[in-house]
């Protein structure tokens, strides 16, 4: 069955750096945009990065441009959240999501990113 | 990047419907056929329930439909069960690969 596994998140000081990795089977990864979405603790959903499938084509909220990035490596049906500058407001889960440009088909378990104040 | 907007709150009995509302503008719900919906129990996952305004994924009941008038979308639940109480998010395409989500509606099945 289709299964998005995140793993690399935890507690980290406020400017430092984190990276977070995205596992993928049970689909044609390689067919399939790739987005990361995270929700800070009772807090709403927030969109925050796109990945098309080949990798060529990039877009990112503007809360996080310039901090975090996005990436993939179809070889390894990964996709990465690179986290840079972390900030006490990046406190969040983090979700990785499979879809296209427009939704969001398959969620991941989600990874929980703490920054202390 | 505004936030859609959504009612914080809605309800209903067993078996009755509820109706959520999603509202943007011109640059996003209104502008693109693209908006979806999830569907959020605590301390779970989103779950896709609709896209591109009125489609159903595979495995979900048809008791979920959605319509867009305008810059406004809305998801109905019919037949409402008690596993329908979740948070329910709208979200539309915004142009250049952005998405926007609605703040969330917590719907309780009363």
């Known amino acids: 069955q289709v299964q998005l596994v995140e793993s690399g998140g935890g507690v980290v000081q406020p400017g430092t750096s984190l990276s977070l990795s995205c596992a993928a089977s049970?689909?044609?990864?390689?067919?399939?945009?790739m987005h990361w979405v995270r929700q800070a603790p009772g807090k709403g959903l927030e969109w925050i990065l796109f990945?098309?499938?080949?990798?060529?084509?990039?877009q990112s909220a503007d809360s996080v441009r310039g901090r975090f990035t996005i990436s993939r490596d179809n070889s390894k049906n990964t996709v990465y959240l690179q986290m840079n500058s972390l900030r006490p407001e990046d406190t969040a889960v983090y979700y990785c999501?499979?879809?296209?440009?427009?939704?969001?088909?398959?969620w991941g378990q989600g990874s929980l990113v703490t920054v202390p104040s | 990047q505004s936030a859609l907007t959504q009612p914080p709150s809605a309800s209903g009995s067993p078996g009755q419907s509820v109706t959520i509302s999603c509202t943007g503008g011109?640059?996003?719900?209104?502008?693109?056929?693209?908006v979806s919906w999830y569907r959020q129990h605590p301390g779970k996952a989103p779950k896709l329930v609709i896209y591109?305004?009125?489609k159903r994924p595979s495995g979900v009941p048809d008791r979920f439909s959605g319509s867009k008038s305008g810059n406004t979308a809305s998801l109905t639940v019919s037949g409402l069960q008690a596993d329908d109480e979740a948070d329910y998010y709208c979200?539309?395409?915004?142009?250049?690969?952005?998405?926007?989500f609605g703040g969330g509606t917590r719907l309780t099945v009363l």
């Open positions: 999501c499979a879809g296209s440009d427009y939704d969001l088909t398959f």
């Open positions: 049970g689909f044609n990864f390689n067919t399939y945009d």
């Open positions: 990945i098309s499938y080949t990798g060529n084509k990039k």
């Open positions: 011109s640059s996003d719900v209104g502008g693109y056929n693209y």
């Open positions: 591109e305004v009125t």
């Open positions: 979200c539309s395409y915004a142009g250049s690969n952005n998405l926007v």
